[in-house]
């Protein structure tokens, strides 16, 4: 083997400077091509990694919290009990509780009859009214020698008939069971009788004798004549009227809705046969 000052090249590698056009332009194709890297392929996303719970050890004031939660749930629920019972003892909110539900049957309570008088004696006198009824009485003195005196007289009457409720006593009272009740009802009477606004339509004097009788007594006897006819006539109308009867009507219905609203649902009324006094404007 002998130096080669110029260096020596391996067959496969030859000189650049002695390769041709074509040669030098393959070589640097070849370059470009192994200078291009292969390309690789896609790898699929990894999933999210899990989130990691660390739990950290409870204290000893944690359990106590949850003691004395669970000893305040038992006081309240024992306490609750115990106000329950009481209430219960002192009122009737427990059988009224359980009746409501439909656990026990309603037992009827009956009304005290105190209570059923003194709401009935409330309601006081109760009246009705019959007014504007027109009454025209003449009166005429006979006199068998001169020209009989006379008046005539045009009234307007008004009655009131009314039962006395003031005068309900306990034993006019009788529940004879839960829903059921009696009353007797103290006498209706006429409570007042008037004549008003009278009006003198025509009068005479008749023959006075020169003047030996005075013509305004004698007219003054003729009207009181008529106002007792007519007072008398107003009264017997009272009987064509009802009006007594409508009394006893007016009553019953308002005592009969203070029942109904107390629970009865069966009423029964009886009218006393007592004698009912006479209202002094109802006298002759």
Request: proline letters at 6%; glycine letters at 8%; charged letters at 25%.
């Amino acid at each position: 083997m002998t130096d080669d000052p110029q260096g020596t090249r391996p067959d496969d590698q030859p000189d650049e400077r002695s390769l041709t056009v074509p040669q030098e332009a393959a070589r640097s194709a070849a370059r470009r091509d192994a200078e291009v890297p292969a390309s690789r392929k896609r790898r699929p996303l990894a999933p999210p990694p899990e989130p990691v719970i660390v739990q950290k050890p409870r204290g000893c004031f944690s359990y106590l919290g949850q003691a004395l939660l669970v000893l305040v749930v038992i006081f309240g629920v024992v306490f609750a009990v115990f106000a329950l019972g009481l209430f219960d003892s002192l009122t009737d909110f427990g059988t009224d509780l359980r009746t409501f539900l439909g656990l026990e049957d309603a037992t009827p309570e009956v009304v005290d009859t105190v209570v059923i008088v003194q709401g009935i004696r409330n309601m006081a006198v109760l009246q009705t009214t019959a007014g504007d009824l027109l009454i025209e009485k003449e009166v005429v003195e006979d006199q068998p020698l001169r020209e009989d005196p006379f008046v005539r007289m045009r009234y307007v009457g008004r009655l009131t008939a009314g039962i006395d409720l003031g005068a309900i006593e306990q034993g006019d009272i009788v529940v004879t069971s839960s829903n059921s009740v009696s009353v007797t009802l103290p006498p209706a009477q006429l409570t007042g009788c008037y004549l008003e606004n009278a009006q003198q339509l025509n009068a005479s004097c008749g023959t006075t004798f020169f003047g030996l009788v005075s013509c305004t007594d004698t007219l003054n006897e003729l009207q009181r004549v008529a106002q007792n006819r007519a007072k008398r006539q107003l009264i017997e109308m009272a009987d064509d009227l009802g009006i007594v009867e409508q009394a006893y009507d007016a009553a019953e219905g308002a005592i009969g809705g203070l029942l109904t609203d107390l629970g009865f649902e069966s009423i029964e009324f009886t009218r006393s046969t007592a004698e009912a006094p006479v209202d002094p404007s109802c006298e002759l």
